[in-house]
């Protein structure tokens, strides 16, 4: 099991010790550190300005929004960000829901299997840098007409085989994880759902063409993990995102949290949390559903959990910090 640091999308300002955090983390053992992105901050630039001040850390999006960026220009990021890091980029790329999608980028949502289909081809393509970059799909048509020109990237980057790792929930979003990407970045990983993952998993190993096979690829499960003697005080902290998540945005991710057995409380939180009272939604999400998701205890049954994870087939867990005594700790709990 090894460790990514989650420093997420900002919310008004910026965080104040993120590159502390950063330093740490590489200092701590970590594997990787992550950006997110939703509609404020992006998450190329804090991977570049944080992570310029790294040498061995891996440095990951996760997640970049397909519809954010065309593919190449999204290639063109992260060939960017891997020559100045020196070969540590990981594009980790997620479709998001149709609030966002359509909200917030003014585009289509329909078909976002095949659109990441085409995405990830065309932007292996920037990165194999074999010829003319070129995509005869209907979602990134290359050339688009004919006053384009295929190209092929001026600069030569750096790594054909750069790992692009997608964000997924559903079933079929998941297989294709396990068909064309390098890894799957599990957003709320459940035990109690670990089965289904791996056969959603194996489903698009055994695909004609697959890119990997379940011993080289990459399972890396979000995750709060925290030691605790008041897991009911650790569990309450969480709710407030959660009670955003399963009521605020829509069915997107709150599909995740039915397919685990919740609907009720998907029900019971989304109506109050579009009603305004999201004290109330929040306080609707039972511990129980925390406790599937997050890691909490006291030491020995965080460890216990951990292995739990690791042996359901997790490779990374990529979990948020506050300070660099969290970070500390939490290098200890796998061995640093």
Not at 137 to 164: F, M, N
Request: net charge negative; charged share 20%; proline share 5%.
């Amino acid at each position: 099991m090894r460790l990514g640091l989650q420093l997420g999308y900002w919310g008004a300002q910026p965080p104040v010790n993120a590159g502390e955090l950063v330093a740490a983390a590489e200092r701590c053992g970590f594997d990787a550190v992550f950006a997110a992105e939703s509609w404020g901050s992006d998450a190329f630039t804090p991977l570049a300005w944080w992570g310029s001040a790294t040498s061995r850390i891996r440095l990951g999006t996760s997640v970049a929004q397909l519809s954010a960026r065309t593919p190449t220009a999204c290639a063109m990021h992260a060939l960017t960000l891997d020559h100045l890091s020196g070969g540590r980029a990981i594009l980790g790329l997620g479709v998001s829901g149709p609030q966002v999608v359509e909200g917030w980028y003014g585009q289509s949502f329909a078909r976002p299997l095949a659109r990441t289909r085409e995405y990830v081809d065309v932007a292996r393509q920037v990165l194999a840098r074999q010829g003319p970059v070129v995509n005869a799909g209907p979602h990134y048509p290359l050339p688009r007409s004919s006053e384009g020109k295929a190209l092929r990237p001026i600069t030569h980057p750096l790594r054909a085989d750069l790992p692009i790792w997608l964000g997924a929930e559903g079933p079929k979003n998941v297989a294709l994880a396990a068909e064309i990407a390098d890894g799957w970045l599990a957003v709320y990983f459940s035990l109690r759902m670990a089965e289904q993952y791996n056969a959603w998993l194996d489903e698009g190993f055994a695909r004609p063409g697959a890119r990997r096979g379940r011993g080289d690829f990459e399972v890396v499960a979000g995750a709060q993990v925290v030691v605790a003697d008041d897991p009911k005080a650790a569990f309450a902290a969480m709710k407030p995102v959660l009670a955003l998540y399963l009521g605020g945005m829509g069915s997107f991710h709150a599909s995740l949290f039915r397919r685990m057995g919740y609907g009720d409380v998907v029900d019971e939180v989304a109506a109050r949390f579009l009603d305004g009272e999201r004290a109330e939604a929040a306080a609707a999400i039972p511990d129980e559903l925390v406790d599937d998701i997050a890691i909490v205890g006291d030491e020995a049954k965080v460890r216990e959990r951990i292995g739990q994870w690791e042996r359901a087939g997790v490779t990374m867990l990529s979990v948020g910090a506050g300070s660099v005594a969290e970070i500390e700790t939490l290098a200890g709990l796998v061995g640093g």
